[in-house]
């Protein structure tokens, strides 16, 4: 059997779905950014090669870069290369050490994400987004995680996923701090120290992760330090008599070494005397373990059921019995901000539906998009118009309609004004209901590029995210038209956990190529 099948086979097996843990071998994969010693190399700029504080803190790295911040610092205050950051951030420098970290965040914030999309990987990343992993744990600093994985919440740091109600679904763990918030690092010696103090109530935290779901390790050395740490924590929680639970739930992808060949075996990494079970696959081809991890996936989107978690949560402990109860799109729970709970998320399976049904009767939302992308079905307008749009679009305003109302003649607001057509809720559309406040920040940051230079820099995801944002007459038609073409399979919800904003970007399309 080959990787991708015996993987299949492990995540098949169990009840939950998997977690990613992430390392930095990750992001030197996909964003060929250094190692940690290459990473504080860049920033040994006082007249000392990092070799001297490596060699000062007998090799202890974390100690070196206690060392190298305080010369950072000192260097930092007074060099013309960092008049603008000092400027700019004099007033976040909280100590000896905040100099560094704010020079090292922001030089992992502008590293080019979407490069990654033009290397030998891209075949990859275009796999690895489309996952629907139930969540992410990492101590990575980088924002190139959420970046693939746009909608998972994300929390930084140990004491933001200690004081919070993590839900296990759709969210991304940074337990060593994030570069969008420079104090959040696990830097220094000092920070270690810190961390490995709290690990155990992490470890707490997270041990219903490591056992009730499969935890693939990217980026990671067995004998990894961070790793073995926490992996001691959570041994020690759950006592030596418990660690068969954990068995082929641990999963290390390495890459082959010299005269390796790929393949998936068991083995153990021994802690303390205690030997931990661990499923280990080598491969240099990481496509075979996203596929995987993509047979086993959810036909409902990680965010849409983290949301719904959280509020029945949140409904069960509080003490006020009139709580909210709504029925909502399943494409716009992004903007209900005033619902405590939503109920009834299901996937509607074209199966179920009454198969005497012909016509335009048995015709849905992508039967519509697939014509509005290729115009070949020759639907009648008319048809649709009376037969379609109110029944396909019954849970969802994000139809395409005004190519069928053009057919009819009608192509402007008047028109459509006059003729009577119940069709307000899908016609009466501003262009800034199809962006999603979520993505405002990311598209801020590329606000200056193109259509085309947003498609090409980034995942389809980000790209159907951040297109609505662009102006009207920055937004190409014709190439539009071709990119909703080339991704026509990701507008259904069980091929893609994006199909939302495709099909949002679709009745865009819709509006600005036949609306008024």
């Known amino acids: 059997m080959s990787v991708e099948d015996d993987l299949t ?61 305080v010369d950072f610092n000192e260097y930092w205050w007074k060099a013309p290369e960092y008049a603008a950051s000092v400027e700019r951030y004099q007033s976040r420098v909280a100590d000896v050490s905040s100099a560094l970290r704010l020079e090292v965040s922001a030089y992992l914030a502008g590293l080019d994400q979407a490069a990654s999309a033009n290397t030998e990987y891209s075949e990859e990343i275009k796999l690895l987004a489309s996952l629907n992993v139930d969540g992410i744990i990492t101590t990575n600093w980088d924002i190139f995680l959420e970046q693939l994985f746009p909608d998972y919440r994300k929390y930084i740091g140990q004491n933001e ?10 969210e991304i763990y940074k337990i060593h701090g994030c570069a969008s918030r420079p104090e959040s690092l696990v830097l220094t010696s000092d920070d270690y120290a ?22 693939v390790f990217l980026g990671y050395s067995i004998s990894d330090l961070n790793v073995s740490s926490l992996l001691r924590s959570i041994t020690l929680c759950m006592g030596k008599d418990q660690i068969e639970q954990l068995r082929r739930n641990l999963i290390f992808v390495q890459r082959l070494k010299d005269g390796e060949t790929s393949g998936v075996s068991d083995t153990f990494l021994t802690i303390d005397g205690v030997q931990i079970p661990l499923v280990l696959v080598r491969t240099n081809d990481f496509s075979e373990v996203y596929r995987a991890l993509g047979s086993t996936k959810r036909k409902i989107p990680a965010r849409v059921l983290r949301y719904c978690k959280e509020q029945l949560y949140e409904l069960v402990r509080s003490l006020e019995p009139e709580k909210k109860l709504s029925v909502v799109d399943i494409d716009a729970i992004d903007q209900k901000e005033d619902v405590e709970f939503l109920v ?40 649709i118009i009376e037969s379609v749009i109110k029944r396909a679009g019954r849970n969802t305003k994000y139809v395409p309609v005004f190519k069928y109302l053009s057919g009819i003649g009608i192509t402007s607001k008047d028109s459509f004004q006059k003729s009577g057509l119940p069709l307000a809720k899908w016609v009466n559309r501003d262009l800034k209901e199809y962006r999603v406040k979520l993505y405002k920040a990311a598209f801020y940051k590329r606000r200056h590029e193109s259509m085309e230079e947003i498609i090409t820099g980034s995942t389809p995801e980000n790209a159907a995210t951040l297109i609505p944002f662009l102006a009207k007459e920055k937004i190409d038609l014709d190439r539009l038209r071709a990119f909703l073409e080339e991704h026509e399979d990701k507008i259904g919800y069980e091929n893609s956990n994006y199909a939302s904003y495709f099909r949002k970007l679709a009745a865009l399309y819709d509006q600005l190529r036949y609306g008024w």
Do not use: M
């Not at 996923?161 to 759709?170: D, R």
């Not at 810190?194 to 935890?215: C, G, M, Q, R, S």
């Open 9 to 69: 086979e492990i995540l098949k097996s169990r009840h939950a779905g998997a977690f990613l843990f992430v390392g930095s071998g990750f992001s030197r994969r996909y964003l060929g950014l250094e190692d940690w010693v290459g990473l504080l190399s860049r920033f040994c700029v006082a007249g000392r090669p990092f070799g001297y504080y490596l060699t000062t803190a007998n090799g202890d790295v974390p100690a070196a870069a206690k060392l190298l911040a």
């Open 161 to 170: 996923l200690l004081f919070s109600n993590p839900q296990e679904i759709g």
């Open 194 to 215: 810190a961390f490995h103090e709290k690990n155990p109530y992490l470890a707490a935290k997270l041990i219903t992760v490591f056992v009730e779901h499969p935890v």
């Open 344 to 383: 009834g998320v299901g996937v509607a399976s074209p199966e179920a539906a009454d198969i005497a049904k012909i016509g335009y009767e048995a015709i849905d939302v992508k039967d519509l998009i697939t014509d509005l992308v290729h115009d070949n079905r020759n639907y009648d307008p008319q048809q």
